[in-house]
T-cell receptor, first 116, second 118 residues
Framework: DQQVKQNSPSLSVQEGRISILNCDYT??????FLWYKKYPAEGPTFLIS?????DKNEDGRFTVFLNKSAKHLSLHIVPSQPGDSAVYFC???????????????FGQGTILTVHP | EAGVAQSPRYKIIEKRQSVAFWCNPI?????LYWYQQILGQGPKLLIQ????????DSQLPKDRFSAERLKGVDSTLKIQPAKLEDSAVYLC????????????????FGAGSRLTVL
């Protein structure tokens, strides 16, 4: 049962344009969402997150949007740079009794390629 | 701040052999996780420790996988005997509760240990 899905295995964009990576989830208990970036031979690195009490969170060139009714989130990168080329993972977690747990459920990942 | 250290980075073994991976989390991080990432998939949680106690090992194949975190710092993940389907990257992560938004957890991952079972 894939609770977090990234339906696009890959995305190719031109430098300077917008990159939009999508993620869908099925578990309504998820209340915190994260995006991780992964370069080859390295571990995933945290990029940006959003709590379910918000619908948008921005950090520099990166913005994450959350649509709870659709159980959908997206990551926007503007402008895209060649150094952004990596695998992007969407992840979700559920709080329990007010104490959050770091158990993350990951999507399959989307390979982003930004062409110069 | 030093990151999460893992070793070995690469390991090739034959099926039915055993292997062990080591992880040293970020200093002061009480919670430690082992994730398994099979090629083409996202990481999947195997086990979660809080200090030296197990919080969640529901997805750990206990007939062949074992993990311990003695003294609440370093951790070791062992596979015995290994199967072909255990070929994956084993990622260790740790986190500091309260980072960022209250109630949220952001994990810091190590570079991983890549296991190939022939």
């Amino acid at each position: 049962d894939q609770q977090v899905k990234q339906n696009s295995p890959s995305l190719s964009v031109q430098e300077g344009r917008i990159s939009i990576l999508n993620c869908d989830y099925t578990n309504s208990m998820f209340d915190y969402f994260l995006w991780y970036k992964k370069y080859p031979a390295e571990g995933p690195t945290f990029l940006i997150s959003i709590s379910s009490i918000k619908d948008k969170n921005e950090d520099g060139r990166f913005t994450v949007f959350l649509n709870k009714s659709a159980k959908h989130l997206s990551l926007h990168i503007v402008p895209s740079q060649p150094g952004d080329s990596a695998v992007y993972f969407c992840a979700a977690s559920a709080s329990a009794g007010g104490t959050s747990y770091g158990k993350l459920t990951f999507g399959q990942g989307t390979i982003l390629t930004v062409h110069p | 701040e030093a990151g999460v250290a893992q070793s070995p980075r690469y390991k090739i073994i034959e099926k039915r052999q055993s292997v062990a991976f080591w992880c040293n989390p970020i200093s002061g991080h009480a919670t430690l996780y082992w994730y398994q990432q099979i090629l083409g998939q996202g990481p999947k949680l195997l086990i979660q420790f809080q200090n030296n106690g197990v919080v969640d090992d529901s997805q750990l194949p206990k007939d062949r996988f074992s993990a311990e975190r003695l003294k609440g710092v370093d951790s070791t993940l062992k596979i015995q005997p290994a199967k072909l389907e255990d070929s994956a990257v084993y990622l260790c992560a740790s986190n500091q509760r309260g980072h960022g938004i209250p109630g949220a957890n952001v994990l810091t991952f190590g570079a991983g240990s890549r296991l190939t079972v022939l």
